[in-house]
């Protein structure tokens, strides 16, 4: 049977396009090369505990259409992301904010703060422009904000001297003045109830979905079963690697399921020492203020990416956007396919932009 709509990928991206598509009649096939539908929002069932396989999601936005549109698939509840660093055995707040000053100065007005930070900035004397990263978030914040909580923390991050990346990859430290341990300024927040996997069956219902199918295994038959594709999968691979590879952070997740009711209090904890070689732990039942008898909790440590790793994060410097603009111009050339989603833009997209732009396409491809 021909199908309207090849779909490769079941992520967040591919799995709206089918569900809409398929509501304006059109006949959908998504392939998915892992054993489950879901991509990187993909939980899994333990103990009772939805755990986040593929790093921590938390969805939130202030797109109303975009809040609208997953509430009414499923309920959300209330999470609000407050995340603490752990710095060598010193808890503090974040985002930084007067919580977070308290933690580190005994600052307690806003006055007392803003004026620690001033000072802090100009003993920095950091003049003209930041040369590194170091020097970026030092003319930001000040000394102590940067050693406990920024500096060995990024390094770990991108397995580099701060002070041989690039200042871009901080362009602004968000001081909040307030006592606000929100992590997120969105409007909107929260976990689907259950977990992700709802969400991901509801978007998928009643469309033909086959697991464990990778599109370049039999890439002439597949492209042969539906008058067009929405790939969400690596726009390199996509064409063979042809003008080289685009690079990626990788990361690698160490799983622990502890006979304990709470290993930390927190979703997420975030060690900022070079001492500890995790970036953080997150305890996945605080995500929905589980109360089960046991605990799962998972480490996570920066990794090189490679062939036997998942590209996670784009590497968004000269080298990779020259990459990207070329593989972009043979995308936009082939007609029968669309590009969509974080792997085929290359760009990292929260959820919620990535709901949005899928919805755009719809409105795009379907005439509305
Ligand atoms: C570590 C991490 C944490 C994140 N945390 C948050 C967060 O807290 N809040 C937030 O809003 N956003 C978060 N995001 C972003 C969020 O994950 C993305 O917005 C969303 O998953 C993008 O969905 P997608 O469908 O484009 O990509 P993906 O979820 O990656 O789906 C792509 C799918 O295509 C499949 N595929 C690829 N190639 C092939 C092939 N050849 N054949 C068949 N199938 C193929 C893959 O297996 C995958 O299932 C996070 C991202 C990362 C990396």
């Known amino acids: 049977m021909r199908r309207d709509y090849l779909i490769v990928g079941s992520g967040l991206s591919g799995a709206i396009f089918a569900r809409e598509a398929t509501r304006r009649g059109k006949r959908c096939l998504v392939i998915e090369k892992r054993k489950q539908a879901g991509g990187n929002i993909r939980c899994e069932n333990r103990e009772g505990i939805n755990v986040h396989l593929y790093g ?30 752990n710095y060598r055995g010193r808890l503090f707040n974040l985002p930084f904010n007067m919580n977070t000053f308290y933690q580190l100065w005994g600052c307690v007005t806003p006055g007392e703060a803003r004026a620690k930070i001033a000072r802090q900035i100009e003993e920095a004397a950091i ?20 050693t406990c909580l920024i500096k060995e923390y990024t390094e770990k991050q991108w397995g580099r001297d701060a002070t041989a990346l690039p200042p871009e990859i901080i362009r602004r430290v968000p001081l909040r003045y307030t006592f606000d341990n929100n992590y997120f300024n969105d409007t909107c927040q929260g976990i689907p109830v259950g977990g992700y996997n709802p969400l991901v069956a509801k978007l998928l219902e009643g469309v033909e979905v086959w697991t464990g199918c990778n599109f370049f295994d039999d890439r002439p038959h597949l492209e042969g079963l539906a008058d067009k594709i929405l790939y969400t999968g690596r726009v390199d691979e996509f064409f063979d690697n042809r003008l080289g590879a685009l690079e990626y952070r990788s990361l690698h997740f160490e799983q622990q399921l502890l006979d304990q009711p709470d290993f930390q209090g927190n979703a997420v904890v975030n060690y900022t020492s070079r001492e500890v070689p995790y970036t953080r732990i997150i305890e996945h039942k ?48 082939s007609e029968q396919v669309i590009f969509r989603g974080r792997l085929a833009e290359y760009k990292y997209h929260d959820m919620d932009d990535t709901v949005a732009s899928i919805l755009q396409l719809v409105k795009q491809e379907f005439h509305e």
């Open 286 to 333: 605080h995500f929905e203020f589980g109360a089960q008898p046991r605990t799962v909790i998972t480490r996570e440590y920066p990794h090189e990416y490679s062939q036997d790793h998942e590209p996670y994060y784009p590497v968004n410097d000269a080298r990779n956007e020259a990459l990207l603009a070329r593989y972009r111009e043979l995308a936009s050339a």
């Open 56 to 85: 921590a999601h938390i969805f939130h936005t202030s797109q109303r259409e975009v809040w609208d549109y997953v509430t009414r698939l499923v309920p959300f509840n209330h999470f609000v992301n407050s995340p603490l660093a």
């Open 127 to 146: 003049t003209g422009q930041p040369a590194n990263l170091e020097e970026q978030a030092l003319a930001l914040c000040g000394r102590d904000i940067y």
